[in-house]
């Protein structure tokens, strides 16, 4: 069974950092492609950021492009999200998922306010 454990949100001032951490269990995670995504209070869900399983590729939406930043640990079946000079906009329930897959966990609240 799938199972996907985002930690690592809170409340942070505009400008502030967070890291977020997705810990992966019941699969493969070298195998797969890994998504973060986000949503926010009555909005659809949005990609934020995709890394190969080799963790040579990323990609971002152009909303977050230059502030944060996905990597990997395939020994131990993690992955994570830096985001740097948070704004208000960034403010969602971030989840990790597996390329092509529909979230599958709770997520991890992120919350941007003075």
């Known amino acids: 069974e799938v199972q996907l454990v985002e930690s690592g949100g809170g409340l942070v001032q505009p400008g502030g950092s967070l890291r977020l951490s997705c810990a992966a269990s019941g699969f493969t995670f070298s195998s797969y492609a890994m998504n973060w995504v986000r949503q926010a209070p009555g909005k659809r869900l949005d990609w934020v950021a995709t890394?190969?399983?080799?963790?040579?590729?990323?990609t971002y939406a152009d909303s977050v492009k230059g502030r944060f930043t996905i990597s990997r640990d395939n020994a131990k079946n993690t992955l994570y999200l830096q985001m740097n000079s948070l704004k208000p906009e960034d403010t969602a329930v971030y989840y990790c998922?597996?390329?092509?897959?529909?979230?599958r966990s709770q997520g991890t609240q992120v919350t941007v306010s003075s």
């Open positions: 890394i190969n399983n080799g963790a040579s590729v990323t």
């Open positions: 998922k597996k390329e092509g897959d529909r979230p």
